[in-house]
């Protein structure tokens, strides 16, 4: 199983990123899908979840209202469309898979099997 992230970067206060998670080795539609952030010093965090069919979507309060989590099952691609960023955004960003994820455990790290290696995303005041 194979998970990458791609679309980070260095972005400006206020501006608009998408990234994207393009996965291989797996049956993409059966997995539910996460994404995780970590900022530097700091513990890895749940930002959003999405089912394996997209009828069920969490995110982090922070983030609510500026990130869109989507899927393209036909793709295998998990998406984040994150707007309105601002300089506390600024974090390794990481996509995770599991074949079942608890509503109750989906920002949890040990809730998910596979793990991608991250894209940076860097927002300046």
């Known amino acids: 199983v194979q998970l990458v992230e791609s679309g980070g970067g260095l972005v400006q206060a206020g501006d608009f990123l998408t990234l994207s998670c393009t996965a291989s080795?797996?049956?993409?539609?059966?997995?539910?899908m996460g994404w995780f952030r970590q900022a530097a010093g700091q513990e890895r965090d749940g930002v959003s979840c999405?089912?394996?069919?997209?009828?069920?979507?969490s995110y982090k309060s922070a983030v609510k209202g500026r990130f869109n989590t989507t899927r393209d099952n036909a793709k295998s691609t998990l998406y984040l469309q994150m707007d309105s960023l601002t300089p506390e955004d600024t974090a390794m960003y990481y996509c995770?898979?599991?074949?079942?994820?608890?509503?109750?455990?989906?920002?949890?790290?040990?809730?998910?099997?596979?793990w991608g290696q991250g894209t940076q995303v860097t927002v300046s005041s």
């Open positions: 995770a898979a599991d074949a079942w994820v608890a509503p109750s455990r989906w920002a949890d790290v040990s809730a998910y099997m596979y």
């Open positions: 999405i089912s394996h069919n997209g009828a069920v979507i």
């Open positions: 080795g797996l049956n993409f539609g059966d997995y539910a």
